[in-house]
């Protein structure tokens, strides 16, 4: 990958938080899914999370994008900056919280009028403003590095949902964020399609990408992850290494989960 699309690192070269969340809270009417929800992500880790439908698994990682607006609750980003939503929130805010990350969708939301190179540079060149050039070569690299480049003129509609998955990611890559957001990026998928698009994240967690993965992949997220977070209710009730989440958990509520959905891993 090109010096330009490698993950960000800080100033000091330290793990410091690329954001740190403290007491979000987000209600649609009645229904509070979001019940005063703490997170730290440091640069270069991996944080997952898991949890029964319903636990307020994406409405967490919409919310750090700015497609929900939450109703209580601060994010604190890397430069310093904190946003509280208790308060007045301005578009400033919102974008300097959205600039800072890019979202792969569960069921890919690529353009379907436009091809697979134009999907990936539209970011780039219509949002950031970049060098059309610039971003053309930046996207043909990172299509080739998920074995795509020859897929580069072809519409969404031609492609496999593993594929058009892959363009998602190379998409969210194209953007340069510090934070690289994932909702489920396999629960759309055929089986024998989701080893693709997980090798894909796999490599990008190896090269240092900061990431937050919501995924029903409990193995995946055993071996990928620095971090599991378990939710349920709105509510973070269990967080850990994943090995000790998975195998060993100390929650009621986890356990109950695990014995559902899990079969037991050998440690």
């Not at 403003?129 to 053309?136: G, I, M, N, T």
């Not at 929650?251 to 037991?264: D, G, I, N, S, Y």
């Amino acid at each position: 990958m090109p010096a330009d699309v490698t993950p960000p690192r800080s100033a000091d070269g330290s793990d410091a938080p690329v954001l740190s969340v403290r007491g979000l809270r987000k209600s649609f009417g009645s229904n509070e899914v979001l019940s005063g929800i703490d997170l730290d992500v440091r640069r270069g880790r991996v944080v997952a999370i898991i949890g029964p439908s319903g636990s307020g698994k994406t409405t967490v990682l919409r919310s750090l994008n700015s497609l929900e607006v939450p109703d209580a609750g601060t994010v604190t980003l890397s430069d310093g900056r904190t946003i509280d939503f208790g308060a007045t929130v301005g578009k400033r805010d919102l974008t300097a919280l959205r600039d800072r990350s890019s979202m792969v969708f569960q069921h890919f939301n690529l353009f379907p009028h436009l091809t697979v190179l134009q999907n990936v540079v539209e970011g780039p060149v219509r949002v950031q403003k970049r060098d059309p050039r610039e971003a053309r070569a930046e996207a043909e690299t990172l299509l080739a590095r998920v074995g795509l480049a020859e897929k580069a003129d072809a519409y969404p509609s031609e492609l496999s949902g593993g594929q058009q998955q892959r363009v998602g990611i190379v998409r969210a890559l194209a953007l340069r964020p510090e934070l690289l957001l994932f909702d489920e990026p396999t629960s759309a998928l055929d089986p024998e399609l989701v080893g693709d698009v997980l090798t894909v994240v796999k490599e990008l967690a190896d090269d240092g990408w900061t990431m937050i993965v919501v995924t029903h992949e409990l193995e995946f997220a055993r071996r990928v992850a620095d971090e599991l977070v378990f939710m349920a209710d709105g509510a973070v009730v269990e967080r850990g290494a994943p090995a000790d989440v998975l195998s060993r958990p100390r929650e009621a509520r986890t356990q109950q989960f695990l014995r559902r959905v899990l079969k037991p891993l050998d440690d």
